[in-house]
């Protein structure tokens, strides 16, 4: 099937408007993308028809906003080849790895057991393993990255151990667009008797994933990098996985009884989702998944590495460019310094070309570090960048380095 990406743009409002008199030209999607009609449509239509709290009402508007709401469950367990009980709706990526890492900690880790993760992390899987560490004396290892921004997997055979009990890694870098082989790793993982977490919030956009095929024990993913609201994300977890981790947050919904004496808890997923759970965001996070599966995934994946291979060649002359990354496969998605400039600067001027890009460390401290620096500018292309946005951006940056030359 051919990918026409105009036709693609016409799905998105957003990208008609203009940015300091440019044409919007949105290189910000690793950050949080932009969202198609279907998504602000189903969204809309759930608050003006059929809106209500879910399963706990027994009347109309109740009974219809609790089937939108575990519809959109079962949109995204067909969409990762998963169990609906195995499905859990958070409030993004980041909760879904602390509700692990917390159940975690209060079932299975002690002091001296080890957490694998690697230096291309985001801050959402490292940080909730220091308060393990912090608190209960769990010892964390990383998996070094190479110069060129691959995981350096050598290492793996010395940093698995007897003491290795999780292992949690990125599938795709949200900064350098490197892809890791997360089956190899999980199935290295296994071997060893450690439970592994991955973090699909990059990944999940970019290609089909099937966490069966994958075999690992959890997945996590956030809805608004993947076309869908914000305040939503998913925790995919085996159904013994699940069963087996105490609840995180308490409250209604989350309980079989309660008592003045004791409470009982809900079986999985329910136990994981105390309070009013994001009604209207998992609604549009299933209208997210079905209007993309709709699609050629296969098609958008060489749509995007051919414009970013497009912006590469643009650039092939720049002495004065430093790109974060190289990894063969990689997703498209350009970390980069510019020579005497720093970057926030970088991206204000972009900016005002039209041109939107991130800015910063990235939530990556680590790895910027490994990288000796402190900051980068990044690009990233989605479904919806043409050729003619590619070019903008090459001229756009090109007259930004001009600037500081």
């Avoid at 009980?85 to 001296?112: C, H, Q, R």
């Avoid at 990059?202 to 997945?219: E, N």
Wanted: aromatic share 8%; hydrophobic share 45%; net charge negative.
């Amino acid at each position: 099937m051919a990918f026409d990406v105009e036709a693609v743009r016409a799905e998105f409002p957003i990208l008609r408007r203009q940015v300091n008199g440019k044409p919007l030209v949105y290189l910000d999607s690793a950050a949080s993308a932009q969202k198609p009609r279907a998504v602000i449509e189903a969204m809309t239509r759930a608050m003006e028809h059929s809106y209500a709290n879910v399963h706990r009402g027994l009347h109309t508007l109740a009974n219809e906003t609790t089937e939108a709401y575990e519809q959109a469950r079962r949109s995204v367990a067909r969409f990762l080849n998963a169990g609906e009980d195995e499905i859990v709706f958070t409030k993004g990526g980041t909760e879904a790895i602390n509700l692990v890492a917390s159940g975690l900690g209060l079932s299975l880790l002690k002091a001296g057991d080890e957490v694998l993760l690697t230096e291309m992390e985001h801050h959402a899987n490292i940080v909730p393993w220091h308060f393990l560490r912090e608190r209960q004396g769990v010892v964390l290892k990383f998996i070094p990255v190479t110069d060129d921004g691959r995981l350096d997997l050598g290492a793996l055979p010395r940093l698995l151990g007897p003491r290795t009990k999780v292992v949690a890694v990125s599938h795709m870098s949200n900064v350098l667009g490197t892809i890791n082989p997360i089956a190899g790793i999980i199935a290295q993982a296994k071997a060893a008797g450690a439970l592994t977490l991955i973090d699909g919030c990059q990944g999940v956009v970019h290609a089909p994933v099937d966490v069966k095929a994958l075999d690992a024990d959890f997945y996590v993913f956030s809805a608004h990098k993947l076309y869908g609201p914000t305040g939503i994300g998913v925790l995919y977890g085996k159904a013994g996985r699940l069963a087996a981790l105490p609840p995180y947050q308490g409250g209604g919904e989350m309980i079989g009884a309660v008592s003045l004496e004791a409470i009982t808890y809900a079986d999985p997923p329910h136990r994981f989702e105390a309070g009013t759970p994001p009604i209207l965001e998992a609604i549009g996070l299933g209208a997210a998944i079905e209007w993309l599966s709709g699609l050629d995934r296969a098609a958008i994946a060489e749509h995007e590495a051919r414009l970013y291979a497009r912006v590469r060649e643009g650039l092939s002359g720049a002495n004065w460019l430093k790109v974060i990354g190289e990894a063969p496969g990689k997703g498209a998605v350009m970390a980069f310094t510019v020579d005497g400039a720093h970057a926030h600067d970088v991206a204000q001027i972009l900016d005002r070309y039209g041109i939107a890009v991130r800015a910063g460390t990235h939530c990556a401290e680590p790895l910027m570090r490994r990288f000796g620096v402190t900051s980068s500018a990044r690009a990233s292309f989605a479904l919806y960048n043409t050729d003619a946005e590619a070019d903008a951006f090459v001229d756009a940056l090109n007259r930004t380095q001009a600037f500081f030359a």
